[in-house]
């Protein structure tokens, strides 16, 4: 089907010529994050975002980033850490969104993203600097410990509790009791007896 903002796209990348390129097609995870590990900057003028995940990526693995001030992305680029792009509320046009009837969402200022990119640019030093503030600040904030940290302590005072929420994890592992732990031993024994690589598990030299 013809797409008029597709073609009227591709008709700009077109004259810009070899400066820019578009890139088609299902990317795996890897690839996605290795094409954002070699970029210079991070960019998203979104309209609206639930976590942000892209600019988290970029930033954790120590891109520069520059996205709309707007929305869910606020909670993670602190001042030092990205750089954030103007932008007005307007309403949510008809079909636009799902139920977005009545809502508003941000348009993002290009100009000011413009002048924001080319300060990136043309202070690879500064870049460099806040790209490793923007890492240093993810992994003290949204690494997987500083996550649980923040749960067990917002479980805490939901239920009026204290401690962590797995003081009982290797108490309670199968394998704790001596009568579990034979079992345990014994079927790993028979694995090569019911693989039949041997006719008995005493056969099997592991």
């Not at 088609?24 to 996605?32: R, T």
């Not at 690879?124 to 649980?148: I, K, L």
């Amino acid at each position: 089907d013809m797409d008029p903002a597709q073609d009227a796209l591709e008709a700009r990348l077109a004259a810009i010529g070899p400066r820019a390129q578009a890139l088609y097609g299902d990317l795996s995870d890897n690839e996605i994050k290795n094409l954002v590990r070699v970029c210079d900057v991070f960019v998203s003028l979104h309209r609206s975002e639930g976590f942000g995940r892209g600019m988290a990526e970029a930033m954790a693995l120590g891109r520069p980033a520059i996205a709309t001030g707007y929305s869910g992305n606020l909670d993670f680029m602190v001042p030092g850490t990205g750089l954030l792009v103007d932008y007005r509320l307007v309403p949510v046009a008809a079909g636009a969104y799902p139920q977005g009837d009545g809502q508003v969402w941000a348009e993002a200022s290009a100009e000011h993203a413009s002048r924001l990119i080319e300060q990136v640019l043309d202070n690879p030093a500064e870049a460099r600097a806040m790209g490793a503030r923007a890492r240093a600040f993810m992994a003290q904030a949204y690494s997987v410990e500083a996550m649980g940290r923040r749960y067990v302590a917002h479980f805490n005072r939901r239920y009026a509790r204290r401690g962590t929420l797995w003081e009982g994890r290797y108490r309670a592992t199968v394998i704790e009791g001596e009568r579990y732990f034979l079992l345990a031993s014994r079927v790993i024994e028979l694995c090569p007896v019911r693989a039949q690589l041997v006719s008995a598990a005493e056969d099997y030299r592991w």
